[in-house]
């Protein structure tokens, strides 16, 4: 056997002998975190999408404060204008 087919075959051993209660937890934390991921994802995406509206609807009426409101996100995450 080649080390890699061995240490797959340790880990497999490992992962049996673990007691069914960590199992069962692990689970539980898997069925609780995945949606809760999902939902962050959604919450991100739908932020992201109103905020370019927000920008592109600023562009067009007021370009200044579109510019300016750039300006200032560019500064606080950058730290420098370019």
Aim: hydrophobic letters at 50%; glycine letters at 2%; charged letters at 25%.
């Amino acid at each position: 056997m080649t080390s890699s087919l061995q240490r797959k075959k340790k880990l497999k051993q490992k992962r049996a002998a673990r007691p069914f209660y960590i199992k069962i937890y692990m689970n539980k934390v898997k069925q609780k975190l995945f949606p809760w991921f999902v939902k962050l994802a959604f919450v991100w995406a739908v932020f992201a999408l109103s905020f370019q509206v927000t920008m592109l609807t600023l562009t067009v009426v007021k370009p200044e404060l579109a510019t300016k409101i750039g300006n200032e996100l560019t500064w606080k995450l950058d730290g420098r204008f370019k």
